[in-house]
C-alpha cells in the first residue's frame, strides 16, 4: 500500500470532520445569533416574490420592504389572535374541564385498586407527593421561564429587523458570494442559489398550505363530530406536524389530552386519533407529495437527527428550521465533487444493491445518480459542479 498517496486524502478527510466538529461547537455558541438570523433568511427568501411584486410595480426599495413586512405582521398578527381566541373558550371552560379530569382520575383510581394491593388513599398520597414535588420544580424554573419568554421578544424583535436588512442588502451579499468562487465557476454559483431560492420557496410556502388545510380538515371534521375544542386541536396539531415526527406525536398526546379534559366520556379520544391518523395519511402519502414535490428527498435518518440536533442547539425554533437548513446543505454539497459524500449521507437515494458488490454504486458516476433519482421517485438534479 502506497501511503504517500494516501496521506492527503486522510488528512483532508480529518480535516473535514474538524471542520464539521469546529461548526458545530461555533452554532451552540452563536445560537442566540444565528436562530433569528436563519429564520429571517427563510423567511426573506419566501418574501422575496411579494418583494419584487411592489419593486416591479415602481415602489421605492425602502418602501416595498416596508410594506412586504407589514404583510408578514398581519399574517402573524391573525395566527395569534386566533390562538388567543381559541385559548379564550378553553380557560372558559375550566370549571368543567376541572370535574371532567376529576372524574377520569377517580375512575382511573377504582380500575388501579382492583387489578393491585394500592388503596384509594395510598394513591391520593402518592399523588399529593408528587404534585408537591412538582410545584418545587415549576419555581425553580420560573426564573428559567422568564428569561425564555425574554429570549423570545428578543427573537421576535430581531427577526423583522434582519429580514429588512437582507433583503436591502441582498445585491451586496450576492456579491460577496461570487466573490469566493472562480470566475468560471459563477454559472455553476449562480445555478445553485437559483435552485435554492426555489427549494426553499416550494419548501415555506408548502408548509404555509399544510398548516391551513391540516386546520380546516382536522378541525372541521372533529366539530362536525362534535368535538369541543376542534379548531384548537387542530391547529396546535398543523403546527406541531411542521416538527418531523416528533411533532405528530406531540399532536396526538396534546388532541388526546384536550379532547379528555373537556369530555366525561372516552370515545371522543377514540375519534379523535382515528380523525388525526386518517388526516395524518392523507396529508404524507397525497397532499403534500403533490405539493412541495420530490426535487429534495432528505431521509429519515437525517430526518431525526436533525430534529434532534436542532431542538438541541435552539429548541422548537431549531426543531423547525432543521429540515430547510438540511435540504439546503443537501443542494451545495450535490453541487460539489469535495463534498459529494455528504450529500449522500443526507439523501434518500437509496441503492437496491450492496456497494460491497456493485462497484460502480462506490463511484460517482452521473449514470448511476440518475439511476438512483429514478428509482426513489426523485426529480433529476442538474449538471453538478466539478
Known sequence: MN???DLPLTVRRSI?????????????????????????????????????????NKFPETVAIGTTLLALVLVVGLVVWFFS?????????????????????????????????????????????QSSRILGYLGDMLSGAALSITGMFVFLGLVPIYIFLLLFYKNLLLRFVFFWFPEDQHDNVEETMREMEVIIKSYLFG?????????????????????????????????????????????????????????????????????????QFL???????????????????????????????????????????????KVIFDRTSKFKQWAILLGDERPSESPMHEPALREDNEGVERQLEEENDIEPTRKRGR
Open 16 to 56: 473535514e470532520v474538524m471542520g464539521v466538529f469546529f461548526l458545530g461547537w461555533i452554532i451552540v455558541l452563536g445560537r442566540d445569533l444565528l436562530a433569528p438570523l436563519l429564520m429571517a433568511f427563510f423567511l426573506s427568501i419566501m418574501l422575496l416574490p411579494l418583494y419584487r411584486f411592489f419593486r416591479k
Open 207 to 279: 408548509l404555509l398550505i399544510q398548516v391551513t388545510y391540516m386546520t380546516v380538515l382536522l378541525g372541521g371534521i372533529l366539530m362536525i363530530i362534535g368535538i369541543k375544542h376542534a379548531l384548537l386541536i387542530g391547529v396546535i396539531f398543523a403546527f406541531l406536524n411542521l416538527i418531523p415526527y416528533v411533532g405528530a406525536l406531540l399532536g396526538n398526546i396534546i388532541g388526546v389530552l384536550l379532547t379528555l379534559a373537556s369530555s366525561s366520556e372516552l370515545w371522543p379520544i377514540l375519534t379523535v386519533l382515528g380523525v388525526i391518523a386518517g388526516v
Open 283 to 329: 396529508d404524507n402519502n397525497i397532499l403534500m407529495p403533490r405539493i412541495v414535490g420530490s426535487k429534495v428527498k432528505i431521509n429519515a435518518l437525517a430526518t431525526i437527527v436533525g430534529v434532534i440536533v436542532g431542538g438541541e442547539i435552539a429548541g422548537v425554533i431549531g426543531m423547525f428550521l432543521s429540515l430547510p437548513i438540511i435540504a439546503v446543505l
Open 3 to 5: 501511503y504517500k498517496n
Open 85 to 129: 381566541f381559541q385559548i379564550r373558550n378553553l380557560i372558559a371552560d375550566f370549571p368543567v374541564i376541572q370535574a371532567n379530569v376529576t372524574q377520569h382520575l377517580l375512575s382511573l383510581s377504582a380500575w388501579v385498586e382492583e387489578i393491585s394491593p394500592v388503596s384509594t388513599e395510598e394513591q391520593t398520597s402518592f399523588i399529593s407527593e
